[in-house]
Structures are given as C-alpha cells and as structure tokens.
C-alpha cells in the first residue's frame, strides 16, 4: 500500500507537524507502507529560503515530492497528482485545507485529513493572535475560507483524524457526520520516556547553565508563541532578585529580533540563550530533562502540543497559558503543570518562581506529567490505529 501525506512544511524545518508527520511515516515503515511527502517547493528556515530538491529520496520508502507554491498568503499552490492508494492531508489551516482539497478533489482515492488542532482553533473563531484579525477585509477572508474549508471537508473527506474530544465537537458543531470523525491522540517515540542523557554536566557548563536554575522553550519563535511574556516575566523575577537562564530553541520565524531588543530594553540579554534550530533530539531532551519548567505562552495552539509532551516524557512541569491550554487541555493545574492567564505577567512569573524555589512541587508535577505522557502519548500505543484506518478504507474503495 502507498500513501500520500501532505503537508505544508518538512525538513529542513521542525516543528509540531513536521515531528508528528516524521513519527507517523517511521511507524508506516515498520508495516511496510510506502510514503510520499508532498510538501511545498521553499521552506522558509531562520529567515533564509531553501529550495527542496526535486524527487529527492528520503528512504527506499519515502519520497519527498516539492509542489510550487503560487502565493504563500494564500496557500495556493500547484498540487501534484499523488500515486498514492491514500491521501493524507495534514491541516496546517483553513487555507492550506481549502486549496489541497480543491486540487484533489477529484480524485477517486480515500482521503484522510489530520487536522493538528490549527483548523479547529479557526473554526472556534480564534485569531492565532489577537492583531491579525483587526481589519474587516481578514475577518471576512477567514470566514469564508472556514466556510468553504468545511463544505469541501464534507463532501471529500472520508475520515477526520482529531486529537482530541474538543476538537472532535468543534467539527461536530460545524455538522461534520460523528462517524467521520475519529480521535487519536497525539504522540511521541516510546524512546524518550527511556532516554539517560550522556554527558549532561559537561553540556549545561558549556552553555553556562545550572541545573533546576533555567527555564526552556521549544518551538518556532513567531510572534503566536508570546515569548515575549516569559522574557518579560525574567525581567520581573529579575527586579526580584531572582536571576535564571531562558534557554529558546527553534527556528526563527520573524519575532526573534523583537525577543532580543525586548530582553535588551530590560537589561538581561545575557539570561538569554537562543540556540537556533536543533536537530539533534538527545540535545533537546538533555536541556529539558535539567530545566526548572518548560513554558509555553501561546495565544493559540493545537491540542497536546508535541513540544509539551516531549517535555513531559523528561519528567519535566508545564507553564501554560490558558489560551494555549484550551483545546484539549493537556495541562492540568498544580496536577502536571500550571496554568497562567495570557498576558499576566505577573502571575507568569510567580508560576516560574514557585518550581524555582519549591523542589517538592516541581518533583511532583514533572512526575505526573511523566506518567501523563506515558499512558495517553506514546507512539506504540496510538500511532498504529493509523495503518488500520488505511487499510479499512484501502479496502473498502478496492473492493
């Protein structure tokens, strides 16, 4: 069987989606699935353009299919035909949804879209950040995308892959049929909850960090992530006497610079350490397993954030705000986390001193974030109702 995922941005980059599209292929490997990835033509990486390379092999079964993209405000792209038995869309947003099932539509193969939480948000009628939806014109532009996006996922979509039971009500309330809707929830390797970091001492000395005594962040730095609260959170804990590291990692994807003159402007650039895009996952889970917390503001985010259950596998406590904590609400409050209000930033500071200064407290929360990860988010345990979902419908349409 061969399958088609479609997705609107791959390595080079990283990210949420890439990670979850990266997990997902390894899985359909180990069955015997061959996968291409069609992914758009330019990534955009650090705020360098790379061109992909044309039907450039990624394995002996996965092949990277570049699509040109016509005009990226808009999503609107010149979409390959797959020769796939099935197409899987990856729902980055309303649209990239709408113009990927209009090029496919016609296509008598079944189509499986995941929807990544994005789509959902956009459908709750949330803006991925409170300044983009001021103008009449985007207002009416989204709505008609969530309009169209909505009738096009009705008629071609076979079946609706949800992460979770909020947003499996959301395409419900939108009068998407609950059979077509199934929800499995998001994961990582098994691999991480058994990860020993190597060498650990040696690589928090060298970026001059102390364990328990720093906070991290992964994700790409756009201005939807609101790291400039946390930043603004140091400098408050700084005018307290408290000095910590912040440790971002990430692809910058156009609110690095506003970070850095922010954190300059409040005299504590030197408690910031940005380290760029890291491929290397045993880097990243090393400096999140010594960390006091991993902290997460967003304005808007999909449910169970990859980056939060990464952390989680690490035995590591959330800070989140309750905007990024509302659909599918990964984080319960002084349970595996704690919850902040969006653009407190008082009470987010508070939040990053009390596992500062409470081991007790942050033992305990890092503990029930493990276990949280563990029963709910590993690889083994949901990513395989995939292949049987492929091969349900494969079936079906074949026979």
Same mark, same amino acid.
């Not at 609107?8 to 359909?28: H, M």
């Not at 076979?158 to 959301?170: A, F, M, V, Y």
């Not at 059979?179 to 990582?188: G, L, S």
């Not at 890092?366 to 990513?383: C, E, I, P, Q, T």
């Given at each position: 069987?061969?399958?088609? %995922?479609?997705v ?21 490997i =180990?069955?015997?699935? *061959? ?5 758009? $033509?330019?990534i ?5 353009? %790379?061109a ?19 005009? &990226?405000?808009?999503?609107? *792209? ?19 949804? #709408? ?29 991925? *950040? ?7 014109k985007?207002?009416?532009? @989204? ?28 395409? +419900?309330m ?16 098994d ?5 020993? &970091? ?54 910058? !994807? ?9 954190? *300059?402007?409040? $005299? ?30 967003? @304005? ?6 990859? /980056?939060? #259950? !990464? ?24 349970? $595996? ?7 407190? %930033? ?8 009390y ?5 007790? +407290?942050?033992?305990?929360?890092? =503990? ?11 690889? /083994?345990?949901?990513?395989? =109702? @995939? ?5 349900t ?6 026979s």
């Open positions: 069987m061969n399958v088609a %995922i479609y609107p941005r791959f390595l080079p980059a990283v990210g949420g989606i890439v990670n979850y599209v990266v997990n997902l292929v390894t899985e359909l =180990k069955y015997g699935i *061959r996968v291409e990835i069609h992914v758009d $033509n330019v955009s990486i650090n705020g360098r353009k %790379i992909m390379p044309r039907g450039k092999m990624l394995s002996d079964k996965v092949t990277l299919v570049p699509e040109i993209v016509l005009i &990226p405000s808009l999503h609107l *792209r010149l979409a390959k035909t797959p020769e796939a038995d099935i197409v899987n869309i990856h729902g980055h947003a309303e649209a990239y949804t #709408l113009t990927i099932l209009m090029r496919l539509s016609k296509l008598r193969k079944p189509i499986v879209m995941t929807t990544h939480g994005t789509l959902i948000s956009s459908l709750y009628g949330l803006s991925r *950040r409170n300044r983009m939806l001021h103008d009449i985007t207002k009416l532009k @989204y709505k008609i995308c969530n309009s169209i996006s909505i009738k096009l996922i009705d008629k071609y979509v076979d079946l609706i892959i949800t992460p979770s039971e909020s947003e499996k009500k959301t395409l +419900l939108n009068n998407i049929p609950s059979y077509r809707v199934i929800i499995i929830k998001n994961f990582i390797p691999k991480y909850f058994e990860f020993k &970091p190597q060498e650990s001492e040696s690589i928090l000395e060298q970026l001059g960090l102390t364990p328990f005594k720093y906070i991290i962040t992964v994700a790409r730095i756009d201005h939807n992530k609101s790291i400039d609260q946390v930043i603004k959170a140091i400098a408050n804990l700084h005018n307290q006497g408290i000095n910590i590291k912040y440790v971002i990692i990430g692809p910058d !994807e156009g609110a690095l610079d506003q970070c850095l003159a922010l954190a *300059r402007k409040y $005299n504590i650039e030197k408690s910031i350490v940005y380290l760029g895009s890291i491929i290397d996952r045993r880097l990243i889970l090393t400096l999140e397993r010594y960390a006091a917390t991993f902290v997460l503001p967003s @304005y808007i985010e999909g449910a169970q954030p990859l /980056s939060i #259950l !990464e952390a989680m596998s690490q035995a590591t406590p959330i800070i989140i705000s309750n905007t990024a904590n509302f659909i599918g609400k990964p984080v319960k409050h002084m349970f $595996n986390g704690l919850v902040f209000s969006y653009g407190n %930033i008082q009470s987010l500071a508070q939040a990053i001193r596992l500062l200064e409470d081991e007790t +407290l942050r033992k305990k929360l890092g =503990k029930n974030a493990f276990n949280y990860a563990y029963d709910y988010h590993r690889l /083994s345990k949901v990513a395989s =109702k @995939y292949v049987m979902i492929f091969k419908l494969y079936e079906i349409y074949h």
